[in-house]
DNA sequence: CACATATATTCTCCTTGAAGCATATACCGG
DNA sequence: CCGGTATATGCTTCAAGGAGAATATATGTG
């Protein structure tokens, strides 16, 4: 059943987050890290378990891994994502993510220099406000 | 986060089946090994489980036990029963598990002296079709 | 090339939970 | 009280999966 599977994906507060979040548009991994105020490990680990079960897609930007909720979503995974975009509204977590989220957004759509906060280098500033699917960057690419 | 747990309940196929036969109203746990055809043992753990979880309630009628979808559900507990609902309409396997409960549902409405097909005893017979809140059988109180 | 950054992977430790057998418990009819 | 039915629980085995430290990999920079 194929909605085992999505609700083994929902089954972790982590990967909640991580959904919520990519409802509002794609994100790549150093933002997840800002927002969520999690390891980089874990993050990364719940993306591949995401990323495993069809959940979610990837596309480099050079050093960075954005990733997006897959583009073609059955019946059960857009009923589901509808119905925790719903609960998402009350629980405070969620919403201090997605202030998070705006900050992480305005940041980066006033192309300031900063992926991870870290404001080092700079590479190729695609980070535009997630949102939108970003026309054509660089590498549009690779994916597993 | 309460949401994480009510997915914990929806990450296993037996789970997603008793909660889909829940949503048509109480069942005494033989007839969800009639439904199901599963061993008694898997179903009564999982039904602790959920129980455990406060998915479901008991109450005790004779010898069997009728559970039932709790009462007061949260929001987030039933927007998700529902958008399981929603999707157990294409699954095959909730289909026939809705045949099989149709059948019991008939059995047990013309009350026929079975329980669980066994048509030994008969105890107070208040395996009416369990749709309906069934007014008030005979012993109305016990949960947990 | 050496280095720094972004991200993934490996390995280990530990907990949860699923399945099944055997057994306990509760209730019923006689 | 006895035997039978309905259901729960204890125990064991086993696999999945979560956390974190250390490390590997890839890529861009100078």
Chains 1, 2 share one sequence.
């Not at 083994?8 to 794609?26: K, M, S, V």
Request: glycine share 6%; charged share 30%; with cysteine.
């Amino acid at each position: 059943m194929e909605l085992v599977r999505i609700y083994e994906c929902l089954c972790d507060a982590t990967r909640l987050r991580i959904l919520h979040l990519l409802t509002e548009g794609p994100l790549c991994v150093c933002h997840f890290q800002t927002i969520l105020q999690e390891p980089q490990v874990k993050i990364s680990k719940h993306l591949g378990y995401l990323k495993a079960r069809g959940m979610v897609e990837v596309r480099r930007e050079g050093t960075w891994r954005v990733y997006s909720l897959v583009t073609d979503k059955s019946r059960e995974l857009t009923g589901n994502l509808a119905c925790l975009q719903d609960c998402a509204q009350e629980e405070p977590q969620f919403r201090s993510d997605l202030e998070r989220l705006r900050k992480v957004q305005a940041r980066v759509g006033d192309r300031s220099p900063a992926c991870c906060g870290r404001g080092k280098k700079l590479a190729p500033m695609i980070h535009r406000r997630t949102a939108r699917p970003s026309p054509r960057t660089r590498n549009p690419t690779a994916q597993t």
